[in-house]
């Protein structure tokens, strides 16, 4: 999956018995460690901010959601695992949706089920109750994400994974003014509709859903863009940010050292490489 908002695989094999997969590095923090920050310091997420970030995931998905086989045939992607934890914030300001390790394809077999996958308080009903599982999870998924940035706090308060699996299956979702939240009424019903619980209420693809958020950012005048995010990173991480300075500068010098090594100078820089982790 070639797309700018989607955590790039480069390369993957085997070493032994071991296999291994080399991904992008993306200095950054998860998603749901923005959301810690801001708590802890005491930071409203702005609402621009949140609105950006849901419509670059839902960029990703719609990318995703969008891939062919070589024959034009739609391979019906569903990522099944949208949650913070897997949306990388760059410092610089780059969203990036990452972990398709749990991805279904759902044309090879549309109706089957399986398994429960992924984690229970970002599941669409259909997911824990045994019904068909379409890309319109994914869009569930990404309005609980939503929900989450807007409220600041989990949709699915409670720690116990088998009563918020419960709650899923009943469709329960609380309401902005649930949680003391004020969101304008336009924006709210792009969330809501997001989070319906019959699949067939929800927006038809990610597409309508980013297009609605985009209309919802004209209509209130909210311009937002990688450049405001990297502000937002810097007010939230300004300590990591410098330690990230520090470890890149000396994984250059190590690459440096490398670009000029003879043999018996590699282990040496090796040493060094230690010191990165």
Not at 36 to 62: D, S, W, Y
Not at 143 to 151: P, R
Not at 206 to 218: P, V, Y
């Amino acid at each position: 999956l070639q797309h700018p908002n989607i955590l790039q695989v480069l390369d993957l094999g085997t070493e032994g018995a071991s296999t291994w997969l080399a991904m992008e590095f993306v200095a950054g923090r998860a998603l749901n460690k923005v959301l810690e920050a801001a708590v802890k310091q005491g930071i409203t997420l702005p609402m621009p901010f949140c609105v950006h970030v849901i419509v670059e995931l839902l960029r990703a998905l719609n990318y995703a959601h969008a891939q062919t086989d070589p024959q034009g045939r739609p391979l019906g992607i569903i990522h099944r695992d949208v949650s913070p934890h897997n949306v990388m914030v760059a410092y610089e300001g780059n969203v990036k949706l990452g972990d398709f390790g749990i991805a279904k394809l759902s044309a090879i077999n549309p109706n089957a089920t399986g398994p429960i996958k992924g984690k229970p308080g970002y599941m669409a009903p259909e997911q824990v109750t045994g019904g068909v599982v379409d890309q319109r999870a994914d869009l569930h998924a990404a309005g609980v994400v939503a929900f989450e940035l807007l409220t600041m706090r989990k949709l699915h308060a409670d720690d116990n994974p088998v009563r918020t699996i419960l709650e899923v299956a009943k469709g329960i979702m609380p309401r902005f003014e649930d949680r003391g939240v004020d969101v304008p009424f336009d924006l709210a019903q792009v969330i809501y509709q997001a989070l319906e619980p019959q699949p067939s209420n929800r927006w038809n693809n990610a597409q309508a859903f980013l297009t609605a958020l985009e209309d919802c950012s004209r209509a209130h005048g909210w311009h937002h863009n990688t450049a405001d995010v990297a502000v937002l990173m810097r007010t939230l991480f300004a300590r990591e940010m410098e330690e990230e300075t520090r470890k890149q500068e000396h994984f250059r010098g190590i690459m440096s050292e490398l670009a000029q090594a003879s043999s018996a100078t590699i282990p040496r820089s090796e040493e060094h490489t230690s010191e990165l982790q």
